[in-house]
Structure formats: structure tokens, C-alpha cells
């Protein structure tokens, strides 16, 4: 007998479980949706004041594409120089991560850089962007501002 109110305490305590990790997933969700609901536009981003949604640039997104000209006559006899140099910034602690996207068009580097003028600098002097075959989207990242609602005090 004792045996099954075990079973039944076991039984009850992983529903719990299960239900806290499911009210902590949607806190969550329901924060970063009421916060995405007060992002200003994309073009009022740079003149936004700080804000509780504002938060440190901490990495950079290179998203690098193939240019119109780049041909593979092109960039095949380059491809071994720039792997080199993305290489060494590896090494350097420049590039974090780096990813060859799917449809082959080009690469993405996660960098540990801050600065978009940097990464815009240190990106340009790799043999593919130096012979005009690449060009990079820069997104920088930061923190998910909107768990700063998990930090705060429920109303009273």
C-alpha cells in the first residue's frame, strides 16, 4: 500500500514540475510579446532614447553575401587566402562562430565585436570583400530586454 501513495506522490510532484516549467516558459513569452509591442519602428531605433528596452551591443551579426559579380572563376582562386585570414580571426577572438549558409550564397560569422565601424573594418580586409565579392549585413545583438519583467516585483 505504501507503495502506491509513493507512486502517487512521484506521479503528482512531476505534474507540478511540469506545470512550473510551463508557467515560467509563459511569463516569459508574454514578456518579450507586451515588450515587442512598444519596439519603435526600425527607423526610430537610432534616435530611441535609453529606455528599459535598451540593452548593450554584446556580439555582432555578419550576414555576407556574394556580390552580382562574384562568379566562382571568381572566388574560387581567393576561397583558400580567405579562409586563411577568417581563420586567423578566429584565433584572434574576432569571429566567434561562423556558418556557411544553406542556399551557398555566402557565410555568417557571429563576432565578438561591439563596434559595427570595427567589424565593418576587420570584414573589409578579407580577400573576398577587398576584390569587391562579398558584401556584410551587420545586425548587432544584446540582451532579451524584455526578461527585465522577470526581475521586477509583481504588483500588489
Not at 514540475?17 to 526610430?44: D, E, G, K, N
Not at 551591443?57 to 583558400?80: D, R
Not at 566567434?96 to 573589409?124: R, Y
Request: hydrophobic share 50%; proline share 8%.
Amino acid at each position: 500500500m505504501r507503495h502506491n501513495s509513493f507512486d502517487t506522490f512521484t506521479i503528482g510532484a512531476l505534474h507540478l514540475s511540469r506545470l512550473v516549467c510551463v508557467s515560467v516558459l509563459l511569463t516569459i513569452t508574454m514578456a518579450v510579446t507586451v515588450s515587442a509591442r512598444f519596439v519603435p519602428p526600425a527607423s526610430a531605433t537610432e534616435a530611441r532614447p535609453a529606455s528599459l528596452l535598451a540593452v548593450p551591443t554584446t556580439k555582432l551579426l555578419a550576414i555576407g553575401t556574394f556580390t552580382a559579380k562574384a562568379s566562382p572563376e571568381q572566388w574560387k582562386p581567393i576561397l583558400l587566402a580567405e579562409v586563411r585570414d577568417t581563420v586567423r580571426l578566429y584565433l584572434d577572438g574576432k569571429i566567434d562562430q561562423w556558418f556557411l549558409k544553406q542556399d551557398q550564397s555566402g557565410v555568417v560569422f557571429l563576432m565578438n565585436v561591439t563596434d559595427p565601424a570595427e567589424a565593418k573594418a576587420v570584414l573589409g580586409k578579407l580577400p573576398l570583400g577587398q576584390a569587391g565579392l562579398m558584401e556584410f549585413e551587420l545586425v548587432p545583438l544584446g540582451p532579451i530586454a524584455a526578461l527585465r519583467v522577470l526581475l521586477t516585483d509583481p504588483p500588489k
